[in-house]
Nanobody
Framework: QLQLVESGGGLVQPGGSLRLSCAAS????????IGWFRQAPGKEREGVSC????????NYADSVKGRSTISRDNAKNTIYLQVSSLKLEDTAVYYC????????????????WGQGTQVTVSS
């Protein structure tokens, strides 16, 4: 069983930026595609972004396109999600997970999850 750990969340004003990190302390993530998901209170968990194991293929949900970048540094065994121009609607617990980016960014395509990191956007 693979345990992922998210970090980098916090309280940010609207228009600000955050960079979230996803790592595994005792396993390499180099062979896995990694997805980022988020879940706001009262809502279902939704896909945000995904990156292939090689880093060549990336995708983004419409809600973050144009203001988000997913990347990975396999040498550091870390995957990043940077979101700028943060909105109130971005408030959620953000999770990373191992799985498949294709055909769709769905929870069912991912197996190992982190415990999440809280992102709160508030003025």
């Amino acid at each position: 069983q693979l345990q992922l750990v998210e970090s980098g969340g916090g309280l940010v004003q609207p228009g600000g930026s955050l960079r979230l990190s996803c790592a595994a302390s005792r396993s390499t993530l180099a062979g896995y595609a990694i997805g980022w998901f988020r879940q706001a209170p009262g809502k279902e968990r939704e896909g945000v972004s995904c990156i292939s194991a090689s880093g060549v293929i990336t995708n983004y949900a419409d809600s973050v396109k144009g203001r988000s970048t997913i990347s990975r540094d396999n040498a550091k065994n870390t995957i990043y999600l940077q979101v700028s121009s943060l909105k109130l609607e971005d408030t959620a617990v953000y999770y990373c997970a191992t799985g498949r980016c294709r055909p769709t960014l769905e929870k069912a395509n991912f197996s190992s999850w982190g415990q999440g990191t809280q992102v709160t956007v508030s003025s």
